[in-house]
């Protein structure tokens, strides 16, 4: 049976960099799905995983989305631009190599491939549960522009700078793509702006243990997701309650498969640093 609420996505959507992980495949109670259904009151299929592609939302996600779906989110497409490759070019010290063609890679995925399978994920969602009502969520910049204030990896400004314009672009693709569906878009780069990498009070991760949270939201940016989706997703009337039982929970098992970091990354980064002369 289908839930009322189903929750798509990546890690993004899966609360990864914050929270209690749930048993299963990698997702934390610090997911903003989890504010979504609280908030709506409504049973939830969580489907959101550490690592989700488009195409691993189509395959296992999707599935979940029926007649009874009254609410669909949906956060998905930084893997299919290559996520974590393009974060591990760039954290190398520049004399390892230059990040500009992993970055270059990455834009002409997000102008001339993500859009067609971001299409395809919100066309099935419809299929399945054309009055339910979608709403699509994109990325928000990494870093300030400034300075990495890492001891272990080393982001330049010019880096910075690419990454910044590679995020502009791919919230712009997704935005773009949700409305064209007819989907409801959050943008959450503004509520991020001064809470970046190395800000005074950084709603992201820099590259930190465990491996897997590296370049993710924290709690608060987690929560600060959960604000900006909710603002769309949930009906203006709707009221939690006091008293009556929290929404029930269903975990999906589907699993990603984009690359993750892994503890060989961190090592392989500091043992590139190029000795004292």
Do not use: K
């Not at 609420?5 to 993004?12: E, T």
């Not at 330049?156 to 949700?178: C, F, K, N, P, Q």
């Amino acid at each position: 049976m289908s839930r009322a609420y189903v929750a798509l996505g990546d890690s993004y959507a899966a609360g990864v960099g914050a929270g209690r992980r749930e048993p299963g495949p990698y997702r934390t109670d610090a997911g903003y799905p989890l504010a979504v259904a609280r908030a709506t009151g409504l049973d939830i299929a969580y489907q959101a995983v550490l690592g989700a592609t488009c195409a691993d939302v189509l395959r296992d996600q999707v599935g979940a989305v029926g007649a009874q779906t009254q609410l669909v989110t949906v956060t998905v497409g930084g893997n299919d631009a290559g996520f974590v490759p393009v974060l591990l070019s760039v954290a190398r010290p520049g004399w390892a190599g230059s990040s500009d063609g992993a970055i270059d890679e990455a834009l002409e995925v997000v102008s001339g491939v993500l859009p067609g399978r971001l299409r395809e994920v919100l066309r099935a969602v419809r299929g399945r549960a054309p009055d339910a009502r979608v709403v699509v969520s994109g990325y928000p910049h990494l870093f300030d522009g400034v300075s990495d204030c890492s001891w272990i990896t080393s982001v330049s400004v010019h880096e910075m700078r690419r990454l910044g314009d590679a995020a502009d672009r791919l919230a712009e693709t997704i935005l773009g793509v949700a409305s064209d569906e007819g989907c409801e878009g959050v943008d959450v780069r503004t509520p991020f702006d001064g809470h970046q990498i190395c800000d005074p009070d950084p709603w992201v991760h820099g590259l930190s243990w465990p491996t897997q949270e590296s370049y993710h939201p924290t709690a608060a940016g987690h929560a600060a997701y959960a604000r900006a989706v909710s603002a769309l997703a949930v009906p203006v009337e709707a009221e939690v309650v006091a008293g009556v039982a929290p929404p029930q929970v269903e975990h999906g098992a589907c699993v990603g498969t984009a690359p993750t970091f892994a503890l060989r990354d961190v090592l392989t980064g500091r043992a590139m640093r190029r000795p004292p002369l």
